[in-house]
């Protein structure tokens, strides 16, 4: 029959079949061609109809054709989305991070301690409090306006060498300041701007077993020479705050201590007034009331025992330097930028132009369509 091939071909007409084989495939692929050829130029495809139907059903072939045909218009969009991402990679500058770690100070001794007495003072219906440590005011002690005040004034090493204000490195240009505020200077102006610049760019983490400070600068040196700085001026708080803390604690260990030798010597006047009045004990509660009167006295002497060298330790703690922080991670200057990410932005450019390319011709043939429709309809 025509068009059609016996398989295997009978013996002697292998010649024949390769012939009528590569016939059929010729005819084959001109019809698929012809086919083709006319689906792309028949007039009324260039028109699509709409992409959605009246019973609300995608029709996807003519959603592929509408991007076909509205090609050059998702090139366009997406040549200028990705245009200016890679202006922006290009000419943003560069930003160098710097990450410190440090583990909290050990105060586990000084705790069991103070809980001990506050255990003892419990029994005699005192309450001592309970201490804060300076450790919850990290946040606030970095981003002080102090300390942000001095990194401002402070002149900073930078790659090139050169030691720089950060206005300076920043290159701002205080004339061109106009002040919102009759009242407010140019430096002021310029002082707010830079403190809003670095509590952008520095940033602290706690948790239950690290502290994590991070600086972000445009020098990498720089970068390094900030954080170190801060980790400086957190350690003169820390050891300030130490001393201070230590002779607050020196004051009340000792007029605790006072108060409870003058409770003591009253305690034993009380017991010793007792068995003057009470040579003789024989009843349960003369023999009670002796009881209550020693245990009285054994806890009083206890507190004053635990005051007295609580007292003796604060003392000794006031005149002893503090260690430094213990360190898991230096500041060191970084090797590489953090940002900008210059190949993420460049392929980030492509896919959004794509995105928005695709959305602006189906939108627009949306438009098209429904500007038809209402034509029709009023024609009609």
Not at 152 to 160: A, D, G, Y
Request: glycine share 4%; with cysteine; proline share 6%.
């Amino acid at each position: 029959m025509p068009g059609t091939l016996d398989y295997p071909p009978a013996a002697g007409n292998d010649k024949l079949w390769r012939w009528q084989a590569q016939n059929e495939l010729i005819k084959s692929s001109s019809r698929v061609g012809l086919g083709i050829f006319a689906f792309m130029t028949n007039p009324a495809r260039k028109t699509p109809g709409p992409i959605i139907s009246d019973n609300q059903e995608v029709d996807l072939i003519r959603l592929v054709w509408t991007l076909w045909l509205g090609k050059w218009k998702v090139a366009l969009v997406t040549f200028v989305v990705t245009a200016l991402a890679t202006a922006y990679a290009l000419l943003a500058p560069p930003m160098y991070s710097v990450t410190s770690i440090w583990l909290p100070q050990q105060s586990s001794q000084m705790n069991g301690q103070m809980g001990q007495i506050a255990g003892l003072a419990g029994l005699m219906g005192v309450s001592l409090g309970q201490a804060n440590t300076i450790e919850q005011y990290y946040p606030q002690i970095i981003t002080s306006p102090t300390i942000l005040k001095q990194i401002i004034n402070h002149k900073w090493p930078t790659l090139e060498n050169d030691s720089l204000t950060l206005d300076q490195f920043l290159k701002i240009d205080t004339n061109t300041f106009e002040p919102q505020l009759p009242n407010i200077s140019k430096h002021r102006l310029m002082e707010s701007m830079l403190k809003d610049y670095l509590l952008g760019n520095i940033v602290f983490e706690s948790s239950p077993t690290s502290y994590v400070l991070t600086v972000q600068a445009p020098d990498p040196v720089m970068a390094c020479a900030i954080n170190q700085y801060i980790l400086s001026e957190l350690q003169k708080y820390v050891e300030e705050n130490r001393v201070q803390s230590t002779a607050t604690d020196r004051d009340f260990f000792q007029q605790k201590y006072e108060e409870y030798k003058d409770s003591l010597s009253k305690a034993e006047g009380r017991l010793l007034y007792f068995r003057l009045n009470n040579r003789l004990i024989i009843s349960p509660n003369q023999m009670l009331e002796q009881d209550r009167l020693q245990t009285e006295i054994n806890t009083i002497s206890n507190l004053v025992t635990e005051f007295r060298k609580q007292f003796e330790m604060a003392q000794i703690n006031i005149s002893k330097k503090s260690s430094d922080f213990r360190m898991l991670q230096e500041p060191e200057p970084p090797s590489c930028k953090r940002s900008p990410k210059r190949k993420l932005i460049f392929a980030a450019g492509i896919a959004i132009g794509l995105l928005f390319g695709c959305c602006f011709v189906l939108v627009q043939a949306w438009w098209r369509n429904s500007r038809h429709k209402i034509h029709q309809t009023t024609a009609g």
